[in-house]
């Protein structure tokens, strides 16, 4: 199979308030509105190469409306249409916003995906805006710890391992790694990626019985100090801080999770490795072992299980996830000796 897709390249997101989340991705985040059309609010970071990476809408609740992929070429993007095809999924040709034409389907656990080669490249910064530097696209943004690009998408499903297989054997991503708990044979969370960087696309336990749901998104900083920078900045401007800073054991990136106005969680990361290897075979890790706390010293907070939109009825850690599992995943370390 050839390679379909090259990179994660924007998300479109809901808001109850797009007006109050719009002006947290300005002033706090660093982000630039770039357009407005028909209520959907167009953005960008400083350093992306595309019209934009990020799109807020309105919605009675956050969650995720998209994640687009830009193929490796045209005749990819067929390919890979012809694929989810062929997979028994049934998509639709749509005209995307300074993308033009883009094949957009439902996948198997409702999370909405658009594939397109097609882009509107952003060269044309002018005044100040332009950078000296001839291969950036604008000039670095004045917000202190505003990120470079958009990262990766995270989101939540009822069945870790089947969807990482049916994204693999259809679309062509690559398996880089996954947790399952010490005390049981559950996949709990996984990663994968379209290029060389350690996942673009995460993957969640979901607990709830909603489908098509998202845990986070992220951007990408070029250094730790700006990552620092920006939880500094953000703690000052009454915004805490959910977790972090750390890093990962997965991917090794240094991360920091925040919450936007309307709630959705919004992770930062910089650093960690890249995988050429073209037959990796991915390992499997247990939360004992760091998988999302690369030191091991303390435990994730129960509010980053929450995903978006909001399950129905009870939260999703209190929905069909066992109190042992809740308790794996939220401390790890205090049956190893480590907590």
């Excluded at 379909?4 to 989340?21: G, M, N, R």
């Amino acid at each position: 199979m050839i390679k379909l897709l090259s990179h994660l390249s924007y998300v479109a997101i809901t808001s109850p308030d797009v007006e109050a989340s719009v002006d947290f991705y300005v002033k706090q985040v660093g982000l630039t509105v770039v357009d407005r059309v028909d209520g959907a609010v167009y953005l960008r970071c400083w350093g992306d190469y595309y019209a934009y990476s990020l799109v807020v809408v309105p919605g009675d609740e956050p969650g995720l409306v998209t994640a687009a992929w830009r193929t490796s070429s045209p005749e990819a993007l067929e390919e890979a249409a012809q694929r989810v095809e062929g997979a028994g999924v049934r998509g639709e040709w749509v005209e995307v916003h300074k993308i033009g034409r883009a094949y957009r389907f439902t996948g198997p656990w409702g999370h909405t995906l658009t594939l397109h080669w097609d882009v509107t490249r952003h060269h044309d910064a002018e005044g100040d805006a332009a950078s000296i530097y001839p291969d950036r696209p604008s000039r670095r943004s004045k917000v202190a710890g505003a990120p470079r690009q958009l990262d990766h998408v995270t989101i939540a499903t009822s069945d870790v391992d089947g969807f990482v297989k049916w994204y693999v054997d259809v679309l062509g991503f690559r398996f880089m790694a996954r947790t399952v708990l010490d005390e049981a044979p559950i996949s709990v969370f996984s990663v994968l990626t379209t290029n060389e960087k350690s996942h673009d696309l995460g993957v969640v336990l979901d607990g709830s019985t909603r489908a098509g749901r998202v845990n986070h998104y992220a951007f990408w900083v070029d250094t730790r100090e700006e990552l620092l920078i920006a939880a500094d900045i953000l703690g000052e401007n009454g915004y805490p801080i959910e977790y972090g800073p750390s890093i990962h054991g997965i991917g090794e990136q240094n991360f920091l999770y925040y919450r936007e106005p309307s709630s959705l969680r919004i992770e930062l990361n910089t650093g960690g490795y890249r995988n050429y290897v073209p037959d990796w075979e991915a390992n499997t890790w247990k939360p004992s072992q760091g998988s999302n706390n690369f030191y091991r010293n303390s435990a994730m907070p129960m509010s980053m299980t929450e995903s978006f939109p909001p399950a129905d009825g009870p939260s999703a850690t209190e929905e069909g996830v066992p109190d042992e599992i809740k308790d794996a995943l939220l401390n790890p370390y205090a049956k190893h000796g480590q907590g």
